[in-house]
């Protein structure tokens, strides 16, 4: 897994962060002025896990927010949690015949891909997926918008995606790839086994040659009268339409 400092801000990805990966937290920065039962108990937990708390204005959070609303709290995070793709090779193996893998080709908007992460977690997937280039990082605003998701799901970044998923198939994955004219519906097949669902970027969908490498297209049926699903809302009826397939197994 690869490291780098951040800040991370909002109460959700903060008490996130102290909770599952506490070593990783440097220091967490709280608003002075504000008093509610959240933000003390993100400041009590920090303390009780031995990590420097400090009051301070709501301009210095603003600071280091950004334009990400900051709810009162920020954390200095000395680990942002990605793993590399030599690494998928185990997650898979270790799934055991039931890897669910989501492949994100290029989502650029940082709150889309935090609402990814979201719902692949909510579903028990095994990893994400995405391209080192052309995606938005795991930055404070994925964080903040997964919901503590970022930090517990193995988010893979990869310097090659056609080349990541010729190695899934190596592994028995069957990639499937979300296209609006496919002409067979995602509830056709079987998502029970090792699949890897591939979703293309907000404004372009996928790029041909992730599209080659895909070992069949699909669709979300939509029988009302828009073109297109949001990425995020498609990652969500993908992923749990796999699980709702494999709970009936």
Known sequence: ??????????????????????????????????????????????????????????????????????????????????????????????????????????????????????????????????????SAPVNATVRKTSAGAADRLPVVVVTNLSRCLRDLQKLGVWIYGLAGEAGKPLYAIDLRGNIALVLGSEAEGLRRLTREHCDELVNIPMPGDIESLNVSVAAGVSLFEAVRQRQSQ
């Open 1 to 134: 897994m690869s490291k780098q400092n951040q800040w991370i801000v909002g109460v959700n990805a903060v008490a996130s962060s102290i909770e599952n990966d506490a070593d990783n937290v440097r220091e967490v920065l709280i608003d002075g002025g504000r008093k509610n039962a959240r933000l003390t108990g993100i400041e009590e937990d920090a303390r009780r896990k031995g990590i420097d708390v400090r009051r301070v204005t709501a301009q210095a959070l603003d600071g280091v927010g950004g334009a990400v609303r900051h709810q009162g709290v920020a954390a200095r995070y000395a680990a942002a949690r990605t793993w590399n793709e030599n690494e998928l090779q185990g997650l898979v193996e270790a799934a055991e015949g039931r890897a669910l893998v989501l492949v994100l080709d290029g989502v650029q908007d940082p709150h889309n891909l935090g609402a990814c992460l979201r719902s692949a977690a909510a579903a028990g997937a095994t990893a994400v997926v995405i391209p080192k280039d052309k």
